[in-house]
C-alpha cells in the first residue's frame, strides 16, 4: 500500500523560508511523479512543483519560479520543496502528489493529509 506522510509547512513572516518534506513507501516502480499541489480558500488546487521521472521532467508554477525549489533524495523515497522568498498569496494548504504507473494519464494518483502554510504581510 502506497503512503504519503508530510511535515513541514507552519506560519512565517512574507520574505521567510519553509520547508516540506514528503516520504512515499510501499512502491517498488521507477515509473512515477512526485511533486506538490496547493489550493487556498475559495481557490481551486494548483500544481506547484514536481519532479517526473517517467521523463525526466520537472514542472514549476510560474509564479514560484526563482523561489521555491524541489528536489528529492533517492534513499530515503523523499521529495523537498525548500520555500524561500515566501509572500501572502502562498499561502494555501500545501498537498503531496504521487502519481504511480506510465504511460501519462493511466497512473495511480496518491495525496498527502495536506498541510498549512501561512505567510503573513
Known amino acids: 500500500e502506497v503512503q504519503l506522510v508530510e511535515s513541514g509547512g507552519g506560519l512565517v513572516q512574507a520574505g521567510g523560508s519553509l520547508r516540506l518534506s514528503c516520504t512515499v513507501s510501499?512502491?517498488?516502480?521507477?515509473?512515477?511523479?512526485i511533486g506538490w499541489f496547493r489550493q487556498a480558500p475559495g481557490k481551486a488546487r494548483e500544481g506547484v512543483s514536481c519532479?517526473?521521472?517517467?521523463?525526466?521532467?520537472?514542472y514549476d508554477l510560474e509564479s514560484v519560479k526563482g523561489r521555491f525549489t524541489i528536489s528529492r533524495d533517492n534513499a530515503k523515497n523523499t521529495v523537498i520543496l525548500q520555500m524561500n522568498s515566501l509572500k501572502p498569496e502562498d499561502t494555501a494548504v500545501y498537498y503531496c502528489?504521487?502519481?504511480?504507473?506510465?504511460?501519462?494519464?493511466?497512473?495511480?494518483?496518491?495525496w498527502g493529509q495536506g498541510t498549512q502554510v501561512t505567510v503573513s504581510s
Open positions: 519532479i517526473d521521472l517517467r521523463d525526466d521532467s520537472t
Open positions: 510501499g512502491f517498488t516502480s521507477d515509473e512515477f511523479a
Open positions: 502528489n504521487f502519481k504511480l504507473g506510465a504511460p501519462k494519464g493511466t497512473e495511480s494518483d496518491y
